[in-house]
């Protein structure tokens, strides 16, 4: 499968894709271009109305919160709430959460009057959407409410990280 085939496969948010992707070990660098690429034009979009420094700290943002991200999902899918069949490790992790950015890229068009913030809701649940198939796929559950737990509670404690920084 290409580049393209995968990004396109993810935002179809189709299972098989990010089968493929937790298992490809080459594809690091391809999730990190994804994370790269996907928060520069978020932050492109929101810069155009906050200025230069929002593209900085947005792209960071992203990538130090990727990797957070596979970390506390690491730890709360493996240890707190596995299935039986459990087996991961971080790199698939990161593999599969790192493409589960792509959505991201529409956020470019934050910057659109009124439209710009249905555009940034419809991303941010869209992205949603993706790490939870991600999750799903990468921590071998059979139940997709098990996926969404997780996610939620990792985005609680980003959202509890943010709140005290």
Not at 85 to 96: A, I, K, N, P, W
Request: net charge neutral; no cysteine; hydrophobic share 60%.
């Amino acid at each position: 499968m290409t580049f393209g085939q995968r990004v396109t496969g993810v935002l179809m948010l189709d299972a098989n894709t990010f089968e493929e992707i937790e298992a490809d070990k080459s594809a690091n660098g391809q999730a990190f271009a994804v994370v790269i690429v996907a928060s520069l034009a978020a932050g492109i979009g929101v810069g155009i109305l906050l200025g230069p420094i929002a593209v900085i700290r947005e792209t960071l943002a992203a990538l130090i919160g990727w990797v957070m991200w596979a970390g506390v999902t690491y730890f709360i899918g493996t240890k707190l709430l596995p299935e039986p069949q459990t087996r991961t490790d971080m790199g698939e992790l990161l593999r599969v959460i790192g493409f589960g950015y792509a959505p991201t890229v529409f956020g470019f068009f934050g910057f659109i009057p009124f439209l710009g913030r249905i555009i940034q809701v419809a991303v941010a649940f869209w992205v949603l959407a993706a790490t939870v198939v991600a999750v799903r796929q990468a921590l071998d559950y059979r139940s997709t409410g098990r996926a969404f737990l997780v996610v939620i509670i990792g985005w609680l404690f980003f959202v509890i990280i943010q709140a005290v920084f």
